[in-house]
């Protein structure tokens, strides 16, 4: 990594938007798995810290990503950037992350700490691993499909993006997500009817557990019902408040 920012030279940077990471669902969790998400998040950013220190250039903002998971399984309570943090690896490992981060924030820089939701959109993400299991009408709920999902347009994550870099009061943890709370329930009969398909096969929790492992329950059985108060007390507005809104534009073709 040192090697790669090396070949920057004498690049002065105004802002730095760091969203490095390896996916959580890209391998059943194991100790060599949770190492690999670790260096491509924390291990990652201290080098950034590092680099920017050494060339004494620092940016004058950090937008750097983390997770909603940051709050574990908060249930049908309303979290928002007030709340604390959870207990299991994803939390832990968001707090970590976001721990780098605030070194930047030692040294005067404005930092934003973006815990983002789920990005939705149909060429990447999660949902684009869900589709053709929906396509088919093989979709169905997780679970008994109570716990919720936060979720946000990639478009409007886009514009919240471009919003803090211009908004110098911007700083600390932001939600990422829409306004809209949904269950796991409704998002997936909504993401069936928006396709017309039916929703056959609900994944019964001991089946997620078998073949996930600890992912089962921090990722996809795991509940926070997060609101963006912070983003909306800056004044952004959504263009996609609602997921029915969504998921229109998405399959609008």
Same mark, same amino acid.
Request: glycine share 8%; aromatic share 10%; charged share 20%.
């Given at each position: ?106 040294? =005067? ?27 088919? =009408?093989?979709? =169905? ?113």
């Amino acid at each position: 990594m040192v090697g790669r920012l090396d070949e920057l030279g004498a690049i002065d940077f105004t802002a730095l938007i760091n969203l490095a990471g390896e996916s959580l669902a890209s391998a059943r969790w194991s100790d060599k798995s949770k190492q690999k998400f670790r260096a491509s998040r924390v291990d990652f950013t201290h080098g950034l810290f590092d680099f920017f220190v050494s060339g004494d250039r620092l940016p004058k903002v950090l937008l750097n990503a983390s997770a909603v998971g940051f709050y574990g399984n908060c249930g049908d309570r309303l979290v928002d950037e007030r709340d604390g943090a959870g207990s299991d690896f994803a939390a832990q490992l968001c707090c970590d992350w976001e721990a780098a981060a605030l070194r930047f924030e030692a040294k =005067g820089v404005r930092v934003c700490r973006m815990r983002f939701g789920i990005v939705l959109e149909q060429d990447g993400g999660a949902l684009k691993q869900m589709l053709p299991a929906f396509h088919l =009408g093989l979709g =169905g709920r997780m679970g008994a499909g109570r716990h919720y999902m936060p979720w946000i347009h990639r478009r409007d994550l886009l514009r919240l993006i471009l919003f803090l870099l211009q908004q110098e009061q911007a700083r600390g943890a932001i939600n990422a997500v829409a306004p809209e709370s949904v269950t796991n329930l409704q998002f997936t009969a909504l993401l069936a009817r928006s396709l017309h398909r039916p929703a056959l096969l609900p994944m019964p929790e001991p089946v997620l557990r078998l073949l996930f492992g600890e992912m089962a329950d921090a990722l996809l059985l795991s509940s926070q019902r997060v609101v963006p108060a912070a983003a909306r007390s800056l004044g952004f507005n959504f263009e996609y408040s609602h997921l029915q809104q969504a998921f229109a534009a998405i399959f609008k073709n």
